[in-house]
């Protein structure tokens, strides 16, 4: 039996999310909790598998409930976070302090998917909290990396220099014209910390375009794309329709649309676009990796990262049939083996790599 403990200022909320949660036989609502401070006090109580946590609440708002959390008793937290500019902020902070993943408020509303998403919540909250979880905070805002300095060292992709956070070394391209030079990433749960990682150890000269699709609402990407460019040598933006390719760019695409790339003449131009309308994700990591496979070929890196379900698998067949080469983020260090492990059981992984790796990994194998 699944443990949890829903802390709500909103008694429709507590009443909603319970529901929901208990409709499944493997999941109980052990307590529900008004506030931070009722909260933190049920979690030392039941000492519960999960925590379903509000942002704005009375008395102890759900960001600080979480620091004390996270440092007395670290376990997988899901904050509940309003579709807001606002909110986003608050649930990408949450994120840097730990939280696993976010629930939007709108969750409870009666609507024509609401099955699917109460579907979504329970197998969430289930694959979580299979997980081996000792998470320490995170921070989006580490200062910007060095390019150039610090302690060098040799490796297959050419040479690093220390973070200017002291961290993991960034990269450096190594000479030579790549043979690959657009990447397109597919992740969902877990992704914006892990996304961070990757990105962050990356030159501001890096040979190559970045596409991104990050399953996020869509008042969520912008934000995220701003909170990226700030700790990233690479630019980071949020995808817009039409315009061209850079190398060196990473481009996010927008929550609610689907990003897709279209071939000219001379340039790779991005192309967002609600089509097709009927994707169980929007953004899709198979719509995504299958129109730029089909435009670029073997120019193509596909990299699956953490997350629940299979979003990315068809995608990533279609680029192994163009000569493409797709990484796939270890089960080790996924804070769900979702997507990742359905390329890999379907064969279609060259390499499977640890996070902390995968941006090695992205450099080595633009030029495999």
């Given at each position: ?347 279609l992984a060259d390499e499977i790599i640890d996070i902390d790796d995968m941006a090695s990994a992205i450099m080595a194998g633009l030029y495999k």
């Amino acid at each position: 039996m699944i443990t949890v403990v829903v802390v709500d200022d909103s008694a429709f909320m507590r009443k909603a999310l319970s529901s929901m949660l208990e409709k499944d036989p493997e999941i109980s609502v052990v307590a529900v909790g008004r506030d931070g401070e009722e909260g933190l006090e049920l979690v030392r109580k039941h000492n519960p598998d999960v925590v379903t946590l509000d942002i704005e609440m009375p008395r102890m708002d759900g960001l600080t409930a979480l620091r004390r959390i996270m440092m007395e008793m670290p376990r997988p937290v899901l904050m509940v976070s309003s579709l807001t500019t606002e909110g986003a902020e608050s649930t990408l902070k949450a994120l840097e302090l730990g939280a696993v993943d976010f629930i939007p408020k709108q969750l409870s509303k009666v609507s024509l998917d609401i099955v699917r998403i109460e579907d979504e919540l329970r197998e969430k909250v289930k694959e979580i909290s299979r997980r081996k979880f000792l998470r320490t905070p995170r921070s989006f805002r580490a200062p910007r990396p060095v390019g150039d300095g610090g302690a060098f060292a040799s490796s297959s992709t050419g040479s690093t220099a220390t973070g200017g956070d002291g961290s993991r070394p960034v990269l450096t391209p190594r000479t030579g014209r790549p043979v690959r030079d657009i990447v397109a990433i597919g992740v969902s749960t877990g992704g914006p910390p892990a996304v961070q990682k990757v990105l962050s150890r990356l030159p501001a000269d890096f040979p190559a375009s970045i596409l991104i699709a990050q399953h996020m609402p869509a008042a969520f990407t912008g934000p995220f794309a701003k909170r990226l460019d700030g700790v990233c040598s690479i630019a980071v933006k949020e995808a817009e329709n039409g315009e061209r390719l850079r190398p060196g760019t990473a481009y996010i695409a927008p929550g609610g649309k689907h990003l897709r790339v279209d071939q000219k003449i001379s340039m790779v131009e991005v192309v967002v676009t609600p089509e097709p309308t009927e994707a169980l994700y929007k953004p899709s990591a198979n719509v995504l990796i299958e129109s730029v496979a089909q435009a670029m070929g073997r120019r193509t890196l596909g990299v699956i990262l953490t997350g629940m379900g299979s979003d990315g698998l068809e995608g990533v067949r279609v680029l192994k049939q163009k000569g493409g080469r797709a990484l796939a983020q270890s089960d080790a260090t996924c804070v769900v083996y979702g997507m990742p492990k359905a390329i890999v059981d379907a064969g279609l992984a060259d390499e499977i790599i640890d996070i902390d790796d995968m941006a090695s990994a992205i450099m080595a194998g633009l030029y495999k």
